[in-house]
């Protein structure tokens, strides 16, 4: 690969063994994937934070790391964790303690705990044409597609060397050949809330895997549409950039979308958004001990949505209901009254963690509503829950019920 007298220096350890070890991540990275040089990354975004995904042999690393005197050089933002910073939630103490551990190391590198997958709701939105090194699947297939920043499906390892250096290896998405469309799919069902934009996302997703697809025909999508199919995408398949025509930057119309390849089209009705939402249902037991919101994590908007839902309402006593956001939203909406009126009402806005990433299983529950595809895909597996997926609506009132509708 072709390196800059900065970048030989790093490589040699000249800046230090916390550097020279990221140049080494990255360097085999470049050449597993056929890299000509690296590039300048504005920002970085690590993944796999929670106890769950790295493990106590990681948290060593990260805080031999950090003892070493490692400090991040960009911008870099810290994805979802395994506990909440404002309350005990009764998890076992070893998880708590180790997981607090795993955060001290990263912040002590300089990264900003910000413990959220939509570090764009509060600050950090890359910019058109921009590289970037973020890792958390569902962030970067947003920020590809969305906000049109050139981003790989980083790992949390190759996401952090980006941040000590600065550096990403050039290939795949930093390639605009490489983000043209491959299937278009013409959408005629109506899509009317989350769950049908999830439903939409695990159906291409599933079918379509690492491909590229454009949609045609999705009308005046809100941010949080985006958020979920793009979520949805990346966890039934393995897509890490969509198109949107009139929609996304890179689409203003079908030719641009596909940039002269040719492609295959297929239809998406309202059997096929059925079909999506069939697949991520588990459950046959109508009654629900779990309800979940915000996966990825809910924008301010979408805490208004539950507090509204759940006025004049109670969650069930046998129900347990948590709504995920990062601390920075859920401040905002502390200030206008949303998270009183969800608390009134029986439920939870918790910060920092997640249910997929966090450990809500040890609390006993069995079968767990939600409206977020990716949680749906997710949870029988991570967590052991069976799954009913729905509107947001259906799983408020699930949580008021403490049974999902017939
Ligand atoms: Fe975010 Fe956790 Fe879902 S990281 S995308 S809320 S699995």
Redesign the pocket.
């Known amino acids: 690969m072709d390196l800059t007298d900065s970048e030989k220096g790093m490589r040699d350890g000249e800046k230090g063994e916390p550097v020279r070890m990221a140049m080494e991540i990255l360097l085999a990275l470049g050449k597993i994937y056929g890299a000509e040089r690296l590039i300048p990354t504005q920002s970085a975004h690590v ?1 796999g934070l929670s106890l769950k995904s790295h493990g106590l042999a990681g948290t060593e690393w990260a805080e031999d790391l950090a003892n070493r005197g490692a400090r991040v050089c960009i911008p870099t933002t810290m ?2 964790v395994g506990v909440d910073r404002s309350r005990d939630f009764n998890f076992p103490k070893a998880w708590v303690t180790d997981q607090f551990r795993i955060e001290t190391a990263y912040e002590r590198m300089g990264c900003f705990g910000t413990s ?3 570090p764009y709701y509060c600050g950090f939105v890359p910019r058109y044409q921009e590289h970037i090194a973020w890792s ?1 699947s ?1 962030a970067v297939v947003f920020t590809n597609s969305v906000l049109g920043a050139r981003d790989n499906r980083e790992g949390g390892p190759s996401a952090l060397a980006s941040g000590l250096t600065g550096r990403t290896p050039l290939y795949g998405l930093h390639l605009n050949e490489n983000r043209k469309g491959d299937v278009l799919f013409k959408v005629s069902a109506p899509l009317t809330n989350l769950a049908d934009y999830g439903a939409l996302g695990s159906y291409v997703g599933r079918m379509i895997g690492t491909r590229v697809p454009v949609f045609e025909g999705i009308q005046r999508p809100a941010i949080e549409d985006l958020v979920y199919l793009g ?1 949805a995408l990346a966890s039934s398949g393995g897509v890490a950039i969509f198109h949107a025509v009139g929609v996304t930057p890179e689409a203003p119309t079908v030719e641009a979308a596909f940039g002269g390849k040719k492609y295959e089209v297929l239809e998406i009705t309202a059997k096929e958004i059925a079909e999506g939402k069939e697949k991520l249902t588990s459950a046959k037991d109508r009654k629900v001990d779990y309800v979940a919101i ?4 809910c924008s301010l908007n979408q805490i208004k949505e539950v507090a509204n839902l759940l006025k004049g309402r109670r969650v069930r006593k046998e129900t347990t209901l948590w709504v ?1 956001t990062n601390v920075a939203i859920k401040s905002l909406a502390k200030q206008l009254g949303y998270v009183q009126a969800i608390g009134e009402a029986g439920g939870v806005v918790t910060q920092d963690l ?4 966090s450990n809500p299983e040890a609390l006993g529950f069995k079968t767990l509503a939600t409206n ?1 595809p ?2 749906a895909f ?1 949870a029988p597996g991570s967590n052991g829950f069976s799954v009913w997926y729905g509107g947001a609506e259906e799983c408020i009132e699930a949580a008021v019920q403490g049974t999902w509708k017939a």
Do not use: Q, R
Request: with cysteine; proline share 5%; charged share 10%.
């Open positions: 993944a994805n979802v959220s997958c939509v958390e569902s979520a915000g996966c990825p994590h995920h997640c249910t997929i990433l977020s990716k949680m997710y």
